[in-house]
T-cell receptor, first 111, second 110 residues
């Protein structure tokens, strides 16, 4: 059984640019959630996708957007990057409400 | 909304027992989860309590008291590899996603 994978592992962008992060969910999981984790903080929920539809959103501006594909993989897009967007971006897949399986994350640095 | 409080740091000696507490305020309660995260790593699921009482999984146990809006994670026979951040989390609704506490950084010393 393949776990959750994310790409890229590290990324450096300039303020104002756009970025796309990718996530492949664990086999059999149809729900993908994205989280932002700043240094020294807990993960903050960005949004969730269930069967290709957005199924909930946290307190993030519209420049954070996403997609889920028929194979349940997902993308997180961030437009007009700001310095505060520098963080670890985590993708988690799940099948039930009890347990989420996290990927290794993408470390985004905005300069 | 949901909010969770947990200590920011805990230090314990190798071989000892440590308890990490978590209090929560939620508009609806669906269970309390615990995750472990090593530096540079992803959070990994440790336990989930939906009902009051103690759940034991090897060296780790988790306790929940819904009437007190309180839970804790108990780590026994501490090992150096247990040094990590531990997060309590609650679902935002009956299903995912999760609202996390700020985490407790556990340092195990010799």
């Amino acid at each position: 059984e393949t776990g959750v994978t994310q790409s890229p592992t590290h990324l450096i962008k300039t303020r104002g640019q756009q970025v796309t992060l990718r996530c492949s969910s664990q086999s059999g999981h149809n729900t993908v959630s994205w989280y932002q984790q700043a240094l020294g903080q807990g993960p903050q929920f960005i949004f969730q996708y269930y069967r290709e539809e957005e199924n909930g959103r946290g307190n993030f501006p519209p420049r954070f957007s996403g997609l889920q594909f028929p194979n349940y993989s997902s993308e997180l897009n961030v437009n007009a990057l700001e310095l505060d967007d520098s963080a670890l971006y985590l993708c988690a897949s799940s099948r039930t409400s009890d347990e989420q399986y996290f990927g290794p994350g993408t470390r985004l640095t905005v300069t | 909304g949901q909010s969770l409080e947990q200590p920011s740091e805990v230090t314990a000696v190798e071989g000892a027992i440590v308890q990490i507490n978590c209090t929560y305020q939620t508009s609806g309660f669906y269970g309390l989860s615990w995750y472990q995260q090593h530096d540079g790593g992803a959070p990994t699921f440790l336990s989930y309590n939906a009902l009051d009482g103690l759940e034991e999984t090897g060296r780790f146990s988790s306790f929940l008291s819904r009437s007190d809006s309180y839970g804790y994670l108990l780590l026994q026979e501490l090992q150096m590899k247990d040094s990590a951040s531990y997060f309590c989390a609650v679902p935002n609704s009956g299903n995912t996603p999760l609202v996390f506490g700020k985490g407790t950084r556990l340092s195990v010393i010799a």
